[in-house]
Protein backbone atom coordinates (compact mmCIF):
# COMPACT_ATOMS: atom_id res chain seq x y z
CA UNK A 1 0.00 0.00 0.00
CA UNK A 2 1.09 3.16 -0.63
CA UNK A 3 1.29 6.37 1.34
CA UNK A 4 -0.26 9.27 0.52
CA UNK A 5 2.80 11.51 0.41
CA UNK A 6 3.64 8.56 -2.25
CA UNK A 7 0.57 8.68 -4.22
CA UNK A 8 -0.30 12.76 -4.39
CA UNK A 9 3.34 12.88 -5.42
CA UNK A 10 3.25 10.77 -8.53
CA UNK A 11 -0.03 12.72 -9.40
CA UNK A 12 1.95 15.65 -9.17
CA UNK A 13 4.46 14.46 -11.48
CA UNK A 14 1.44 13.28 -13.72
CA UNK A 15 0.33 16.53 -13.95
CA UNK A 16 3.30 18.32 -14.34
CA UNK A 17 3.68 16.06 -18.42
CA UNK A 18 -0.17 16.56 -18.93
CA UNK A 19 -0.03 20.25 -18.55
CA UNK A 20 3.60 20.13 -20.41
CA UNK A 21 1.82 18.18 -23.24
CA UNK A 22 -1.42 20.67 -23.40
CA UNK A 23 1.21 23.45 -23.52
CA UNK A 24 3.07 22.09 -26.31
CA UNK A 25 -0.36 21.52 -28.49
CA UNK A 26 -1.35 24.83 -27.40
CA UNK A 27 1.96 26.24 -28.87
CA UNK A 28 1.64 24.27 -31.99
CA UNK A 29 -2.32 25.06 -32.73
CA UNK A 30 -1.02 29.07 -32.28
CA UNK A 31 2.37 28.56 -34.69
CA UNK A 32 0.28 26.79 -37.32
CA UNK A 33 -3.12 27.09 -37.36
CA UNK A 34 -3.39 23.18 -37.34
CA UNK A 35 -3.93 20.06 -35.08
CA UNK A 36 -1.03 18.89 -33.94
CA UNK A 37 0.40 15.56 -36.08
CA UNK A 38 0.13 12.14 -35.15
CA UNK A 39 3.12 11.57 -33.22
CA UNK A 40 1.96 14.02 -30.57
CA UNK A 41 -1.52 12.39 -30.54
CA UNK A 42 -0.19 8.97 -29.91
CA UNK A 43 2.09 10.56 -27.20
CA UNK A 44 -1.27 12.31 -25.68
CA UNK A 45 -2.73 9.19 -25.90
CA UNK A 46 -0.64 7.07 -24.23
CA UNK A 47 -1.42 9.24 -21.11
CA UNK A 48 -4.94 7.84 -20.49
CA UNK A 49 -3.81 4.68 -19.46
CA UNK A 50 -1.74 6.49 -16.44
CA UNK A 51 -4.60 8.83 -15.82
CA UNK A 52 -6.94 5.83 -15.02
CA UNK A 53 -4.18 4.35 -13.30
CA UNK A 54 -3.51 7.37 -10.87
CA UNK A 55 -7.54 7.84 -10.87
CA UNK A 56 -7.34 4.36 -9.23
CA UNK A 57 -4.69 5.34 -6.16
CA UNK A 58 -7.03 8.01 -5.55
CA UNK A 59 -9.75 6.09 -4.87
CA UNK A 60 -7.56 3.84 -3.01
CA UNK A 61 -6.71 6.65 -0.77
CA UNK A 62 -10.40 7.68 -0.89
CA UNK A 63 -11.60 4.23 0.38
CA UNK A 64 -8.87 4.69 3.57
CA UNK A 65 -11.07 7.53 4.95
CA UNK A 66 -10.04 11.39 5.52
CA UNK A 67 -6.30 12.47 4.77
CA UNK A 68 -4.67 13.88 7.40
CA UNK A 69 -1.60 16.31 7.87
CA UNK A 70 -0.02 19.43 7.19
CA UNK A 71 2.16 18.01 4.56
CA UNK A 72 -1.18 16.24 2.54
CA UNK A 73 -3.36 18.94 2.67
CA UNK A 74 -1.18 20.69 0.49
CA UNK A 75 -0.41 18.08 -1.93
CA UNK A 76 -4.01 18.59 -2.11
CA UNK A 77 -3.92 21.81 -2.63
CA UNK A 78 -1.41 21.69 -5.17
CA UNK A 79 -2.85 18.82 -7.03
CA UNK A 80 -6.03 20.89 -7.26
CA UNK A 81 -4.60 24.22 -8.32
CA UNK A 82 -2.38 21.65 -11.64
CA UNK A 83 -6.07 20.41 -12.45
CA UNK A 84 -7.76 23.66 -12.32
CA UNK A 85 -4.61 24.91 -15.04
CA UNK A 86 -4.97 21.34 -16.81
CA UNK A 87 -8.95 22.05 -17.45
CA UNK A 88 -8.18 26.05 -18.24
CA UNK A 89 -5.53 25.02 -20.94
CA UNK A 90 -7.52 22.26 -22.45
CA UNK A 91 -10.83 24.57 -22.61
CA UNK A 92 -8.51 26.72 -24.52
CA UNK A 93 -6.98 24.09 -27.16
CA UNK A 94 -10.31 23.05 -27.51
CA UNK A 95 -11.51 26.48 -28.77
CA UNK A 96 -8.85 26.55 -30.74
CA UNK A 97 -8.88 23.29 -32.71
CA UNK A 98 -12.85 24.15 -33.51
CA UNK A 99 -11.73 27.66 -34.57
CA UNK A 100 -8.76 26.18 -36.91
CA UNK A 101 -10.96 23.23 -38.05
CA UNK A 102 -13.70 25.77 -39.74
CA UNK A 103 -13.21 27.45 -42.74
CA UNK A 104 -12.20 31.11 -42.46
CA UNK A 105 -15.61 32.55 -42.91
CA UNK A 106 -17.46 31.44 -40.07
CA UNK A 107 -14.30 31.12 -37.80
CA UNK A 108 -14.05 34.98 -37.79
CA UNK A 109 -17.56 35.21 -37.32
CA UNK A 110 -18.25 32.78 -34.68
CA UNK A 111 -15.17 31.57 -32.48
CA UNK A 112 -18.02 31.40 -29.70
CA UNK A 113 -20.47 29.45 -30.36
CA UNK A 114 -23.24 29.20 -26.94
CA UNK A 115 -24.10 26.46 -25.50
CA UNK A 116 -27.89 26.01 -26.32
CA UNK A 117 -27.11 26.66 -30.17
CA UNK A 118 -25.06 23.62 -29.74
CA UNK A 119 -27.96 21.96 -28.00
CA UNK A 120 -30.38 22.70 -30.48
CA UNK A 121 -27.90 21.07 -32.83
CA UNK A 122 -27.94 18.16 -31.11
CA UNK A 123 -31.26 17.83 -30.70
CA UNK A 124 -31.20 18.08 -34.57
CA UNK A 125 -29.05 15.32 -34.81
CA UNK A 126 -30.71 12.80 -32.26
CA UNK A 127 -34.32 13.60 -33.94
Excluded at 104 to 122: D, M, V
Amino acid sequence: MTTIEETFDSQLELYDEVYSLLLEENRTLKRTKKAPGQEFLDRKRDTLPRIDSSLAGLKELNDQGPVRGNRSSQLIKSAQNKLMKIFLLDRENEQLLLKYSMPSGIAKQHTRIPAHKISQAYEKLKG
